[in-house]
């Protein structure tokens, strides 16, 4: 089974160089944006937000790796806080993965969560295949992130 920073890795990608992704938002590494306040910039004008000259250059492997290790704390203790009762490992590690994914207040409002709280493992894990959409239609990087996910949960 592979371990919670090879799944995020996999699945969400890792760059070396600064990139605008999706959103436009100057991101690096394994999805950490740069700039937190460039999200407040109104979508049309995000394309004037300079990165900045530090910035500006290609991250070495071990910044990238210590860049996502401070970004998991907050996941981690997000996920501690939100499930408190009984957790396997991999289990912690699935929702910290989904977490990092979808955002910590849509774990706090998921099934998973309720499902995992109560107990309900095996119906908690089927709740991960429910969030396979992005603007309502159904990505197949989604669909394998949550079925790695599902199966990492079971283990």
């Known amino acids: 089974m592979v371990s ?11 760059r070396f160089k600064p990139y605008r992704c999706p959103a436009l ?9 740069l700039y937190p306040e460039q999200a407040k910039i109104p979508m049309d004008k995000r394309n004037s937000f300079d990165l900045k000259p530090e910035h500006n250059r290609v991250f070495s492997a071990s910044e990238v ?4 290790d401070e970004d998991l704390k907050r996941f981690r203790a997000g996920v501690a806080k939100l499930c408190p009762g009984p957790t396997t490992s991999k289990q ?10 979808v ?23 089927d709740e991960f295949l ?9 990505l197949p990087g989604l669909v394998k992130r949550r079925n790695d996910e599902r199966a990492m949960y079971l283990s």
Not at 65 to 68: E, G, Q, V
């Open 4 to 14: 919670l920073i090879d799944l995020i890795k996999h699945h969400e990608g890792v």
């Open 25 to 33: 938002l100057w991101t690096i590494g394994v999805g950490h944006v």
């Open 65 to 68: 790796d210590a860049i996502l």
């Open 92 to 101: 912690f590690d699935a929702m910290v993965s989904f977490a990092f994914n």
């Open 103 to 125: 955002g910590l207040g849509s774990l706090q409002k998921s099934t998973i969560r309720m499902k995992h709280n109560r107990g309900e493992y095996s119906d908690a894990a």
């Open 130 to 138: 429910k969030w396979t959409k992005a603007g309502g239609k159904i």
